[in-house]
């Protein structure tokens, strides 16, 4: 089973901000939360990644609860082109390999 | 800088049928991964190679499906014989080392439809 969770489904107005929560309450100190997303057609691609401090790219920005028990993935102005599905998931560093458990993720609509 | 590889996009079969996919991963990357995603799922990890060793396969039916990657580069998956359920796509993923060992870099999949 996953160890996150996140709702099925989420939309969003065109160049409006868009905040995808993701719940991950048996996360431990070693795990550092990823989010990928998946467009139409094409494989999943890298977004962002955290440890305990808020994270920013050029994609997206990764504001990550005090405690880590849940963080979520902000789209600062949703395009056409962020409509996909969004997955979060949990990668434990400390080991030489790790489990990879995608869930079902979100998949978010923009409205223009 | 390429990106992951792989072939064919669509392979249309029929059941009990054998049908193989091919990975080329990102140079350089030890780690390779292949996921089984059905319609709706998010992608299922199938198996890990690190080099040309395996290191988890607990969610590949064995008695079906089989990998390999040989001299630690390019890997293929095979399936013998088909059956309706493992109609999906097939995903290769490899990943670095160091700082960004955990990054999955992704091909864009081969569709598999068992009629």
């Known amino acids: 089973d996953a160890k996150t969770t996140q709702p099925n489904s989420m939309e969003s107005n065109e160049e409006e901000p868009v905040h995808l929560p993701c719940n991950h309450s048996?996360?431990?100190?070693?795990?550092?939360i990823h989010w990928y997303r998946q467009l139409p057609s094409q494989g999943p691609e890298y977004v962002i990644h955290?440890?305990?401090s808020n994270v920013n790219n050029r994609m997206a920005s990764l504001a990550i609860a005090e405690d880590r028990k849940s963080s979520t993935l902000i789209l600062h102005r949703a395009t056409l082109r962020d409509a996909a599905v969004y997955y979060c998931i949990l990668r434990d560093v400390a080991t030489s390999y790790d489990k990879v458990i995608f869930g079902p993720g979100t998949s978010l609509s923009v409205i223009p | 800088e390429a990106g992951v590889a792989q072939s064919p996009r669509y392979k249309i079969i029929e059941k009990r049928q054998s049908v193989a996919f091919w990975c080329n991963p990102i140079?350089?990357?030890?780690?390779l991964y292949w996921y089984q995603q059905i319609l709706g799922q998010g992608p299922k990890l199938l198996i890990q190679f690190q080099n040309n060793g395996v290191v988890d396969d607990s969610q590949l039916p064995k008695d079906r499906f089989s990998a390999e990657r040989l001299k630690g580069v390019d890997s293929t998956l095979k399936i013998q014989p088909a059956k309706l359920e493992d109609s999906a796509v097939y995903l290769c993923?490899?990943?670095?080392?160091?700082?960004?060992?955990?990054?999955?870099?992704f091909g864009a999949g081969t569709r598999l439809s068992v009629l």
């Open positions: 993923a490899s990943s670095g080392q160091g700082a960004a060992k955990n990054i999955q870099y």
């Open positions: 955290g440890l305990t």
């Open positions: 140079s350089g990357h030890a780690t």
């Open positions: 048996t996360i431990s100190g070693t795990d550092y």
